[in-house]
């Protein structure tokens, strides 16, 4: 366990739903990052998050939405997502400066 | 763009044999690490290492860099079943800042 924690773990949802994706870490970490991690392609960089203010977006649909309400805790909202959003979306987290990252272990969203 | 493209993309080698990896990038950084990713799951960090360093070793892991040619190798001796996976290296952008760049990876499958 690297102490990064992700729920759901698993997700189904049709194109009109609305739900989120919530990460939680008690590792005293500031930065925290959502990637995207479909088959047969690299994991994405979607957002980042320092000291709880977003500092970088990777270009990422507004049908994905980020919540950063502290250090500890990061959400992915999403709504009118696609079939192509379907992927492992993992979530990260470090210390302030450093680059290694703790990685919690994903949820898997199927998109219908 | 991709900044670290692993090669080769998959290796099966038995038990017992040593294991290299390989990461070519494009731009100056200032370290490189190298993660595992059991299936389905979250990445776990292994090794980072730094500009100024050529090798750094963690248990049966070797890690070089050669920044000349822009490369790094992950060198797994006297594998097991258990270091099944996929390795991923990731390089910072150079400049600062959380952006940390993944390649496309590299499954290795060791056979008992």
């Known amino acids: 366990e690297t102490g990064v924690t992700q729920t759901p773990r698993h997700l189904v949802m049709g194109m009109t739903n609305k739900k989120s994706l919530k990460c939680e870490q008690h590792l005293g970490h500031n930065a925290m990052y959502w990637y995207k991690q479909s088959a047969k392609k690299p994991l994405e960089l979607m957002f980042v998050y320092n000291f709880k203010e977003q500092t970088e977006n990777n270009s990422v649909p507004s049908r994905f939405s980020p919540e950063c309400p502290n250090s500890s805790h990061l959400f992915l909202h999403l709504h009118t997502l696609q079939p192509e959003d379907s992927a492992l979306y993992l979530c990260?987290?470090?210390?302030?400066?450093?680059?290694?990252?703790?990685f919690g272990p994903g949820t898997r969203l199927t998109v219908l | 763009s991709q900044q670290g493209e692993e090669d080769p993309q998959a290796l099966s080698i038995q038990e017992g044999e040593n294991a290299t990896m390989n990461c070519s990038y494009k731009t100056s950084i200032n370290n490189l690490q190298w993660y595992r990713q059991n299936s389905g799951r979250g990445l776990v960090h292994l090794i980072l290492i730094r500009s100024n360093e050529r090798e750094k070793h963690s248990g049966r892991l070797r890690v070089t860099l050669d920044t000349s040619k822009k490369s790094s190798s992950l060198l797994i001796t006297a594998s097991r079943a258990a270091d099944t996976a996929s390795y991923f290296c990731?390089?910072?952008?150079?400049?600062?800042?959380?952006?940390?760049?993944f390649g496309a990876g590299t499954r290795l499958f060791v056979k008992a």
């Open positions: 990260a987290s470090s210390p302030y400066g450093v680059n290694e990252q703790f």
């Open positions: 990731a390089t910072d952008e150079g400049g600062g800042g959380f952006k940390t760049i």
